[in-house]
């Protein structure tokens, strides 16, 4: 699913609630991470949850690749968010990315708790630090 898509269908929310549902929903329908990738490398600094992540560009195409799982069910949800804010983007094209704002647009900082707030933020930061060596 793409950011879009995703954006479309959360803006249309009529309530946290189903928002919260649909985020859920979206955590189910990531693939989950094979085990040999959940490696201590792979793992987000300053996650509450566990979170593994995999950032990889396409030089043939220099489109990013990420990858990632959590052992939350909420968690995965905002991770499958983020991963489709930056799937597909050229390097240039993510580090203008402002994932903070987008999900502020959606209405979900303001129901986030402060730990969650900040495992989003050490996501987000990990991606454009790592993406930042291919800019």
Not at 34 to 60: F, M
Not at 73 to 79: A, D, N, P, Q, T
Not at 87 to 100: D, F, H, R, S, V
Request: hydrophobic share 35%; glycine share 6%.
């Amino acid at each position: 699913m793409t950011y879009q898509e995703i954006y479309t269908k959360l803006e249309k929310s009529p309530s946290w609630q189903h928002s919260y549902r649909e985020i859920m929903l979206l955590g189910k329908q990531l693939p989950a991470l094979p085990e040999p990738l959940k490696t201590e490398q792979a793992r987000v600094k300053g996650c509450e949850s566990t979170v593994w992540l995999h950032i990889d560009l396409d030089e043939q195409q220099q489109h990013l690749l990420l990858v990632g799982d959590s052992d939350t069910r909420i968690v995965k949800g905002l991770l499958s968010i983020v991963l489709a804010l930056y799937n597909g983007k050229t390097p240039m094209q993510a580090l203008e990315i402002n994932a903070y704002k987008e999900f502020e647009k959606l209405g979900l900082i303001k129901h986030l708790s402060p730990s969650r707030g900040n495992g989003i933020k050490a996501i987000v930061d990990t991606i454009q630090q790592q993406v930042s060596q291919w800019a």
